[in-house]
């Protein structure tokens, strides 16, 4: 049976391994840490259960497709709720906006800060409507073999119809021309760790799959995707081996002129051969600390980066009602704290924060008449030719948070601060192996999506594959799904289950592997 070995128990190399095992593959999944989950991890302490990374529950559609490819039904893993409204964001100046789905409430809070804008609107829904239609079809929801399959004559005029050469910033203009507007309908690049005025102006796509397909949250936390997976990949014979780092890809046997990886050597000296790797560590950090090529991890260091995070995870003893369950508070300066995020690698001098409250909508998630509180502040991704004090920026971001806030009327969350949990870009890194601490992978401008982006089977290594964010189509949970779906059918085209490569051991399977 040929022999699958999976680096990374993040939710790509999950859902790839599932896929695999469920196709008749051999699998084993490696990985650093002691649970699978990666990013998308989850903090339980004194009753209090946090979200690490992931929060927003978006396009259930595609989770629901990758259970379906596992013979499974969504619904009987995850307890969905829908969150609308969907986000509360607040400006600078204290004034609000609450985004919901029913287009009733946001005609006259639209009109009130821009008469005129509920068109807009309406437009730009259409528009996002377009976008997403067809980036899943045309783009994102499938393999380019050649460049020529990309800026195919088919394609190009897409690039166009999606306004992939325009930035989003520049596009929401068309639709509204209140900043506060341009900035509530463009800040969710935000959470994919991106500036809108760098990201192409074909993710307005987000603003309407949040509004039209809606955002989630799945009862018992967003972790619940990872357990349910994991377990479902276990019961199609997935072997999972936890605390198990890979320090190294094995390539080439003993020729030179290889084009095969063998296996993979563990930090602790362990050797496990494999007919297949699938990597879902981070790929940045895979081409730079795990595969000999240094010329081509050089090549991917130069690409651009996501923003990293610095997250604050509170307990706190008592319930403030003034949080929904997302909470936005936008910097005064937009432009200005993008610009010192992407352009500088520092925290904005007024950034913009996030703070989930998951009990609003899951009263399990604190103990009663308790909150519990995740705060997500966007800051630039570790650059070695900055200094970047952490400690310092980690208190500025915790001032800005609870300056915030304060407007809200929360002036008493310290004195009811049961236990603070935080983490920096060095924290990412070293937790998750995530390049440059970047809590969202590679970028996604023009010149790193689609076939531009690292490609999803090493060039050389001809089996060996990727699956995750910073991959083909790209990050966010349902990306690295479609991601790990892409990959595992190139698997299923490119190594059918009967061809077995001459170089793979006989008989040697990963786990038989594992002495
Ligand atoms: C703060 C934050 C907020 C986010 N919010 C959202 C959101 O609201 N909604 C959304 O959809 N997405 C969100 N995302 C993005 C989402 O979390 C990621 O796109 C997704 O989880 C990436 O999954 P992955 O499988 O590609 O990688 P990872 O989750 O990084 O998984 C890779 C795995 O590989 C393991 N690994 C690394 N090196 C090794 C090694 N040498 N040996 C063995 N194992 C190794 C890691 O420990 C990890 O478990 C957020 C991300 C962050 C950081």
């Given at each position: 049976?040929?022999?699958?070995?999976?680096?990374?128990?993040?939710?790509?190399?999950?859902?790839?391994?599932?896929?695999?095992?469920?196709?008749?593959?051999?699998?084993?999944?490696?990985?650093?840490?002691?649970?699978?989950?990666?990013?998308?991890?989850?903090?339980?302490?004194?009753?209090?259960?946090?979200?690490?990374?992931?929060?927003?529950?978006?396009?259930?559609?595609?989770?629901?497709?990758?259970?379906?490819?596992?013979?499974?039904?969504?619904?009987?893993?995850?307890?969905?709720?829908?969150?609308?409204?969907?986000?509360?964001?607040?400006?600078?100046?204290?004034?609000?906006?609450?985004?919901?789905?029913?287009?009733?409430?946001?005609?006259?809070?639209?009109?009130?800060?821009?008469?005129?804008?509920?068109?807009?609107?309406?437009?730009?829904?259409?528009?996002?409507?377009?976008?997403?239609?067809?980036?899943?079809?045309?783009?994102?929801?499938?393999?380019f073999y050649s460049l020529l399959d990309y800026f195919s004559l088919?394609?190009?005029?897409?690039?166009?119809?999606?306004?992939?050469?325009?930035?989003?910033?520049?596009?929401?203009?068309?639709?509204?021309?209140?900043?506060?507007?341009?900035?509530?309908?463009?800040?969710?690049?935000?959470?994919?760790?991106?500036?809108?005025?760098?990201?192409?102006?074909?993710?307005?796509?987000?603003?309407?799959?949040?509004?039209?397909?809606?955002?989630?949250?799945?009862?018992?936390?967003?972790?619940?995707?990872?357990?349910?997976?994991?377990?479902?990949?276990?019961?199609?014979?997935?072997?999972?081996?936890?605390?198990?780092?890979?320090?190294?890809?094995?390539?080439?046997?003993?020729?030179?002129?290889?084009?095969?990886?063998?296996?993979?050597?563990?930090?602790?000296?362990?050797?496990?051969?494999?007919?297949?790797?699938?990597?879902?560590?981070?790929?940045?950090?895979?081409?730079?600390?795990?595969?000999?090529?240094?010329?081509?991890?050089?090549?991917?260091?130069?690409?651009?980066?996501?923003?990293?995070?610095?997250?604050?995870?509170?307990?706190?003893?008592?319930?403030?009602?003034?949080?929904?369950?997302?909470?936005?508070?936008?910097?005064?300066?937009?432009?200005?704290?993008?610009?010192?995020?992407?352009?500088?690698?520092?925290?904005?001098?007024?950034?913009?924060?996030?703070?989930?409250?998951?009990?609003?909508?899951?009263?399990?998630?604190?103990?009663?008449?308790?909150?519990?509180?995740?705060?997500?502040?966007?800051?630039?991704?570790?650059?070695?030719?900055?200094?970047?004090?952490?400690?310092?920026?980690?208190?500025?971001?915790?001032?800005?948070?609870?300056?915030?806030?304060?407007?809200?009327?929360?002036?008493?969350?310290?004195?009811?601060?049961?236990?603070?949990?935080?983490?920096?870009?060095?924290?990412?890194?070293?937790?998750?192996?995530?390049?440059?601490?970047?809590?969202?992978?590679?970028?996604?401008?023009?010149?790193?999506?689609?076939y531009?982006?690292?490609?999803?089977?090493?060039?050389?290594?001809?089996?060996?594959?990727?699956?995750?964010?910073?991959?083909?189509?790209?990050?966010?949970?349902?990306?690295?799904?479609?991601?790990?779906?892409?990959?595992?059918?190139?698997?299923?085209?490119?190594?059918?289950?009967?061809?077995?490569?001459?170089?793979?051991?006989?008989?040697?399977?990963?786990?038989?592997?594992?002495?």
């Amino acid at each position: 049976m040929t022999s699958v070995l999976v680096i990374g128990a993040g939710i790509g190399g999950i859902a790839a391994a599932a896929r695999l095992a469920r196709a008749g593959y051999q699998v084993t999944v490696i990985e650093k840490n002691a649970r699978p989950g990666g990013r998308c991890d989850q903090i339980v302490r004194d009753g209090h259960r946090f979200d690490v990374g992931p929060s927003i529950f978006l396009m259930p559609e595609v989770f629901a497709e990758t259970y379906r490819a596992l013979g499974q039904r969504m619904e009987d893993h995850l307890d969905l709720r829908r969150i609308n409204p969907t986000y509360r964001i607040r400006f600078d100046d204290g004034s609000q906006i609450t985004l919901n789905a029913d287009i009733n409430q946001m005609q006259p809070q639209l009109e009130a800060i821009e008469p005129g804008s509920f068109n807009g609107f309406l437009r730009y829904l259409a528009e996002g409507n377009l976008h997403y239609k067809l980036s899943l079809e045309k783009f994102v929801g499938r393999n380019f073999y050649s460049l020529l399959d990309y800026f195919s004559l088919g394609n190009l005029p897409l690039i166009f119809r999606l306004k992939a050469l325009k930035k989003h910033y520049d596009n929401v203009g068309n639709y509204f021309t209140h900043p506060y507007l341009k900035a509530a309908f463009t800040f969710q690049n935000m959470y994919l760790g991106l500036s809108p005025y760098d990201a192409p102006a074909t993710y307005s796509l987000l603003q309407y799959t949040e509004l039209a397909d809606g955002v989630w949250f799945p009862m018992g936390g967003m972790y619940r995707v990872i357990e349910s997976l994991t377990s479902i990949a276990e019961s199609l014979g997935v072997k999972f081996i936890y605390n198990a780092p890979a320090k190294q890809i094995e390539v080439g046997g003993d020729s030179a002129a290889s084009d095969r990886a063998t296996g993979v050597l563990l930090e602790d000296g362990r050797r496990l051969p494999a007919d297949l790797i699938v990597a879902n560590a981070d790929l940045p950090y895979v081409y730079d600390k795990l595969l000999p090529d240094r010329a081509e991890a050089e090549r991917i260091d130069r690409m651009k980066f996501t923003c990293s995070a610095l997250m604050f995870y509170w307990g706190v003893d008592k319930i403030y009602s003034q949080l929904g369950t997302h909470n936005v508070f936008l910097a005064g300066d937009y432009k200005a704290s993008f610009d010192a995020i992407f352009n500088d690698h520092s925290l904005p001098a007024e950034p913009s924060l996030y703070v989930h409250a998951p009990a609003r909508v899951d009263p399990a998630a604190a103990p009663a008449g308790q909150d519990t509180l995740m705060v997500l502040v966007p800051v630039g991704h570790l650059d070695k030719n900055k200094s970047q004090d952490w400690d310092a920026m980690r208190e500025q971001a915790r001032r800005a948070t609870l300056a915030r806030l304060a407007d809200l009327g929360i002036t008493d969350l310290e004195q009811h601060l049961k236990f603070e949990i935080s983490y920096t870009a060095e924290d990412w890194q070293q937790m998750y192996n995530l390049a440059k601490g970047s809590g969202f992978g590679l970028s996604h401008n023009f010149w790193q999506v689609g076939y531009l982006r690292p490609h999803n089977r090493h060039a050389r290594y001809r089996n060996l594959y990727f699956a995750g964010a910073s991959t083909h189509p790209g990050t966010g949970l349902p990306i690295v799904l479609l991601s790990a779906k892409l990959t595992t059918e190139r698997i299923m085209k490119e190594q059918p289950l009967a061809q077995r490569h001459p170089a793979s051991l006989p008989g040697k399977t990963a786990m038989e592997g594992v002495k």
